[in-house]
């Protein structure tokens, strides 16, 4: 097959990641539909939302390794399967059960072009001479593709004549589009020989995940990434579906974009309060992060849209903050090549709070949300003193492979 290897070449592989982006995250203004306009109970319609976490994390474990025997363009098959899953969505108004299988299918699909697909927009921009731009064309495809499937799914839910059907028709179209896009983009995959020594250095990032600043610093702070986002715009939109009516799904969907846009602008923030010797970053960010479910709480019994918003601001600052902190720790721990494999072990740790709508669904008999908001808050006291307890002890004082000098370079 013929491939092409101009300056625009890394293009495509970012539309890819940015699709898959879009179709994880379209489903938030589809529960406010299913909820306000197809009366499913909670406990299912956040059951749907947890599936998709049943697939994203085998994609990306196995999306990454995957890639690197079988090449790059893994990411293809994956974007067929996320088309199929929008499908697969469209089918909401017969039945629960198309949604779950939607659910899996996007979670495997967007953790592989997630996983794959950021490593390629990195190889290919590496290949044309532009190293120090991958990662920000990554992220940026990443984020912008979370956050325009939300605003764009909730404008077509808000105003289109099939709210349930239409949005995800369109992801359908646009994943097929990307399909054909990266046909001839080239394969950036290393040799058997470098597989082999990534295999090494895995070990390596398993290892750094052992470090005692791993278990006792970044680890508690890891679930509040995805709690704070999750909440800020699963949680909090459909408590507030009565104050906004005839506008929930757009709601829902301002509400997430401004989440994830939040999240996405903050974490230079990190890169400034950042010092080896303390743990600023992080408990900045999940003081934040308290500080957003207090307010959100507030916000739910208050019934107020505006200060919603203002705690869906709080938590996406806390979200973007706490994820980019527990990066910067970890690239003190492990050497840039074990670097990804740590990576991974990360998010799967962050991944958890991906339970945190299920949990409050489940547990919304027993309590008002605005008291189990605020009990999350005091779990959040809980975990920020042991985060700060640990803050000054257990620094890496040397970085495996005598790489501190390189490893700080990377990180800035």
């Given at each position: ?147 325009a499937g939300a605003l ?235 985060t700060a307890w640990h ?22």
């Amino acid at each position: 097959m013929t491939t092409y290897r101009s300056a625009s070449s890394w293009m495509p592989a970012a539309a890819a990641v940015f699709t898959a982006g879009w179709g994880a995250n379209q489903f938030a203004p589809l529960a406010v539909v299913y909820r306000t306009e197809r009366h499913w109970h909670d406990i299912p319609v956040a059951a749907m939302f947890t599936t998709y976490l049943l697939g994203l994390l085998p994609g990306l474990l196995l999306g990454g390794p995957a890639s690197d025997r079988r090449g790059r363009r893994i990411v293809r098959p994956a974007l067929a399967l996320s088309a199929v899953a929008s499908a697969l969505l469209s089918l909401a108004p017969v039945s629960q059960l198309p949604v779950y299988a939607s659910r899996l299918a996007a979670g495997v699909a967007a953790g592989i072009v997630l996983s794959a697909g950021t490593t390629w927009i990195v190889e290919l921009s590496a290949d044309l001479g532009r190293p120090s731009a991958g990662p920000r064309r990554a992220l940026n495809a990443t984020g912008g593709g979370l956050a325009a499937g939300a605003l764009v799914a909730g404008v077509l839910a808000q105003w289109s004549p099939w709210p349930a059907v239409f949005p995800a028709l369109v992801h359908t179209a646009l994943a097929l589009l990307c399909l054909v896009a990266t046909r001839q983009v080239p394969e950036t995959a290393p040799s058997p020989v470098t597989v082999a020594k990534v295999r090494h250095v895995r070990g390596l990032g398993r290892s750094a995940a052992r470090h005692p600043r791993f278990l006792r610093v970044v680890l508690p702070a890891s679930p509040a990434v995805f709690a704070a986002a999750t909440v800020a715009y699963v949680v909090l939109p459909p408590l507030l579906a009565d104050r906004v009516p005839g506008y929930a799904p757009l709601f829902s969907g301002l509400v997430t974009a401004l989440t994830l846009t939040t999240g996405i602008a903050v974490q230079p923030l990190a890169r400034l309060l950042d010092h080896a010797r303390n743990a600023r970053p992080t408990l900045a960010g999940m003081a934040t992060v308290i500080a957003g479910l207090l307010l959100g709480s507030y916000a739910v019994y208050r019934g107020s849209v505006v200060l919603t918003s203002a705690a869906a601001l709080l938590l996406g600052a806390g979200y973007g903050l706490t994820s980019a902190s527990g990066l910067r720790e970890l690239r003190r721990m492990a050497p840039p090549s074990a670097l990804p494999s740590a990576v991974s072990l990360y998010h799967g740790t962050t991944y958890i709070g991906f339970l945190t709508p299920l949990f409050l669904a489940v547990t919304a008999g027993a309590a008002p949300y605005p008291a189990l908001l605020a009990g999350m808050a005091a779990a959040g006291l809980l975990f920020l003193s042991i985060t700060a307890w640990h803050s000054r002890s257990h620094l890496p004082h040397r970085i495996p492979g005598g790489l501190q000098e390189r490893t700080q370079q990377w990180a800035e």
